[in-house]
């Protein structure tokens, strides 16, 4: 197993996974060049309860919305919106649990790339998913990077 750290471009403020939002997770995402996923560990603390000693499902489904997000720019080298997303919670996620994210390209029918996702403690899915992307043009997503590249509170194009 390889692992490769995924990197924000510097001035994302990304919610899940910049590391300079300080309101954000602050998730690292890393690829494993070998089973061709991505991967996470995340631990929620109090902060991210929904109901007491248990995790806000919107915050486990956002982890998981990135993680595959991260699965379409490292599987297929294109960034990519969401067009749809799915959440399967099997069983509640708990505070102070150390969980494992993996998400992979499922496939790629032209412009639009299949992403899964699954959410463990050990051996154990605590939630599932699926995803469908659009992949930008390279056009598209060289204007994104120029615009996040930026430094915070710089003007926008």
């Known amino acids: 197993m390889t692992l490769r750290r995924l990197r924000e471009p510097p001035g994302s403020r990304c919610f899940v996974c910049a590391p300079g939002n300080p309101a954000g997770l602050a998730v690292q995402f890393h690829y494993d060049d070998t089973d061709r996923s991505v991967q996470a560990e995340v631990c929620f603390d109090e902060r991210h309860c929904g109901a ?6 919107g915050l486990t489904g956002a982890v998981l919305a990135e993680a595959m997000a991260w699965a379409v720019v490292a ?8 067009l749809s997303c799915h959440t399967e919670y099997r069983r509640p996620l ?17 412009p639009v790339v299949r992403t899964t996702v699954e959410c463990l403690a050990g051996q154990r899915r605590y939630a599932t998913g699926s995803a469908r992307f659009q992949a930008l043009s390279a056009a598209v997503a060289a204007r994104l990077r120029a615009r996040v590249s930026q430094p915070a509170g710089g003007s926008r194009p």
């Open 52 to 57: 007491p000693g248990y995790v806000h499902a």
């Open 75 to 82: 599987g297929t080298g294109q960034f990519g919106v969401t």
């Open 94 to 110: 708990r505070v102070g649990t150390g969980y494992l994210v993996r998400a992979r390209v499922a496939d790629v029918a032209g």
